[in-house]
């Protein structure tokens, strides 16, 4: 009887989680990300760049590096875990590049793998709509809406209340019944 050695020809499997402050692709300062493979043979290197706005920064065992499109590769069969931010814990807004990939000890390669990721550190604005008013007034027939004003990042809720009533999510235009004088609260985020 023959023993015969198996050769490998399947690169890693690399992949990217993130949690902490996250939004689909919008991220904050402390958001944590994780790089994360596994081989069918066992040993592996993950290798990944960054890529970020003018001055920014991630954070990485313990020292801080430019995110400008250096290639990095972590310890054998270990995850990365990463910021994005500088030493003051903060991140310049904009669009942030993530590009990882896996490789054996018998140097099969995956294919790499790109993430994009907003910071925005802006509050969104926040206007309320009349379909129609005559000055301040309303009739309970006018509906009510709202106008986001985010510049480059959209809004991800805008709550409402009026009078003393509890704080909802505006999901449509709504009306006020009643007559007298009424305050709407709202904001956004």
Known sequence: MENFDVIDFNPPKSWLVYEINTYKN???????FSIFAED?????NIHFLING??????YL???YYHCNGTG???????PVSFQLRDEKGHAPEGIYTVEFWAEDALGNVEEKNI????????????EIEFNNKFGE?????????????????GVKNTLYKIDDEAWKYFLRPFKIGGEGKHTICYYSY
């Open 72 to 78: 990095y590769t972590g310890n054998r069969n270990m």
């Open 137 to 153: 007034f309303i009739s309970p027939f006018i509906e009510i809406s709202f106008k986001y004003i985010d510049g480059d990042f």
């Open 61 to 63: 065992y313990g020292k």
């Open 115 to 126: 993430k994009e990721f907003i910071i925005d550190t802006k509050s969104p604005g926040t």
């Open 53 to 58: 706005p003018e001055k920014s920064k991630f």
């Open 26 to 32: 919008y991220v904050s300062s402390f958001t944590e």
């Open 40 to 44: 069918e043979e066992g040993e592996y």
